[in-house]
Each structure stands twice: as C-alpha cells, then as structure tokens.
C-alpha cells in the first residue's frame, strides 16, 4: 500500500506577518525611534563631510 506525496512547503509560506510590538509607557515609539536614526545618520554624513554648522558666539564680551 503507498501514500501520496505531501505537498511541499516553502520557507515562511504560512501567511502571518509578524508585527512589532508595542513599547513599554515612557518608551519612545518606533516611529520616533526611526526620526532619530535618520537624524543621526545625517549628522554623520555631515561630519564626515566635514560641513560645520559656524559656531554662534555665546559668551558676551565685558
């Protein structure tokens, strides 16, 4: 007596996405995370670049 084959699978094939999950209260959301991140990537294109914001003078002269 003989079985059929069993259909084959593909690897994450099963249709659920995962999602992420919430923060903690108090935490910073994933979205703020992500603002963050882009503006610290920024920050250091610019410094590699070597594009310095001028320095404001914040000592007044007597």
């Known amino acids: 007596m003989s079985t059929p084959d ?4 593909t690897p994450g ?12 209260p108090g935490a910073p959301s994933w ?3 992500m603002r963050a ?3 610290w990537a920024k920050f250091m ?3 590699e670049a070597g594009e310095h914001l001028p320095e404001t ?5 007597t």
Not at 57 to 61: G, K, L, P
Request: overall charge positive.
């Open 37 to 39: 991140a882009a503006g």
């Open 13 to 24: 094939a099963t249709g659920r996405r995962y999602t992420a999950p919430e923060p903690a």
């Open 6 to 9: 069993l259909p084959r699978r």
């Open 31 to 33: 979205a703020l995370r």
């Open 57 to 61: 003078e914040t000592e007044t002269e």
């Open 45 to 47: 294109r610019r410094a």
